[in-house]
Nanobody, 121 residues
Framework: EVQLVESGGGLVQPGGSLRLSCAAS????????MSWVRQAPGKGLEWVSG????????GYAGSVKGRFTISRDNAKNMLYLQMNSLKPEDTAVYYC??????????????WGQGTQVTVSS
């Protein structure tokens, strides 16, 4: 059974940093692209960042580029999102998602339960 478990969310002041983690199991982690998506209060899902299966290619939404960094450790079946210079508009539930291929261009097929990130003074 595919499992994706996010952690690392919390309350942080504007300008602060958080690192989100996603522990994956139930599939060959190194064979699949992964992404982070988020859902702000009252909003739809927004793609935040993606990473190819081998970690050699990454992509970011314009709203987070330069502030967030996605990475993965295939030996540990872990996906990470380092978030710096956080803004109130980054407040959302962040989800770790899996794609059915080595790239992120198709719709994801599994996602985790999410972790809440709140950026506020």
């Amino acid at each position: 059974e595919v499992q994706l478990v996010e952690s690392g969310g919390g309350l942080v002041q504007p300008g602060g940093s958080l690192r989100l983690s996603c522990a994956a199991s139930g599939f060959t982690f190194s064979s699949y692209a992964m992404s982070w998506v988020r859902q702000a209060p009252g909003k739809g899902l927004e793609w935040v960042s993606g990473i190819y299966s081998g970690g050699g290619r990454t992509g970011y939404a314009g709203s987070v580029k330069g502030r967030f960094t996605i990475s993965r450790d295939n030996a540990k079946n872990m996906l990470y999102l380092q978030m710096n210079s956080l803004k109130p508009e980054d407040t959302a539930v962040y989800y770790c998602v899996k794609y059915p291929s080595t790239t992120w261009f198709d719709e994801y097929d599994y996602w985790g339960q999410g972790t809440q990130v709140t950026v506020s003074s």
